[in-house]
Structure formats: C-alpha cells, structure tokens
C-alpha cells in the first residue's frame, strides 16, 4: 500500500526537542520533494518545511528558522524533522507531504495521517 506515516510526536514542556519522522511505504522517496505541513483547529495550515529531492535545498516558514532542521536518509526512505527549543505555539497536527514539484507548485502526491505535537508552558 502507497502512504506516508509520519511518528514521533508528543508532549513536551516549552524549551523541549522532538523528532518527527516521515516514512514512505510502497514507493521510493527519492524523486519527491518532502515537505512538512501543521494544522491547528480553527487555523489555515502552515507550510513548516520543505526539502528538494534535486540538490537537497532546505526550506523553512520564518516562525521555525533557526529552531527545526529537515533532513532525509534516503536509504531509510524516511525524512526528519528535527524540533529543537519547542514553544506552545508550535502545538499542532503535523503532517507531511510528497510531492515531485512540491517546493516550487506545493501540489503533493501522497500525504500522511498526521502527529500530533503538543507543547506545555
């Protein structure tokens, strides 16, 4: 079955780290940009980050730079996000995203189910 699983979310305290994992079943990664998406009820969702399957360019929303890394291990056909110095305001569902154009269209072929992050203050 084609899908994308994503884990590792949590509850942690403000200041906490957490590492999402984006793991694609019955396909290879490869040729896809993979990106990281969040929702919260009531709120558009965001576009968190993004890393191009061509060179491996990084793209991150301004309200992450510096705290969240993506990275991917192309022989585990899995992508990471790495979420350093967590704030309440990064509380989401976090859902990622395949895409062969999706850092320049943001149109995606496959997309997860979702984990849930929750920051305490």
């Known amino acids: 079955q084609v899908r994308l699983v994503e884990s590792g979310g949590g509850l942690v305290h403000s200041g906490g780290s957490l590492t999402l994992s984006c793991s694609a079943h019955g396909f290879s990664s490869d040729s896809y940009d993979i990106g990281w998406f969040r929702q919260t009820p009531g709120k558009e969702r965001e576009g968190v980050s993004c890393?191009?399957?061509?060179?491996?360019?990084?793209y991150y929303a301004e309200s992450v730079k510096g705290r969240f890394t993506i990275s991917r291990d192309r022989s585990k056909n899995t992508v990471y996000l790495q979420m350093n110095n967590l704030k309440p305001e990064d509380t989401a569902v976090y859902y990622c995203?395949?895409?062969?154009?999706?850092?320049?269209?943001?149109?995606?072929?496959?997309w997860g189910q979702g984990t849930q992050v929750t920051v305490s203050s």
């Open positions: 890393i191009s399957s061509r060179d491996g360019t990084s």
């Open positions: 995203a395949a895409g062969l154009r999706l850092v320049t269209t943001l149109a995606y072929d496959y």
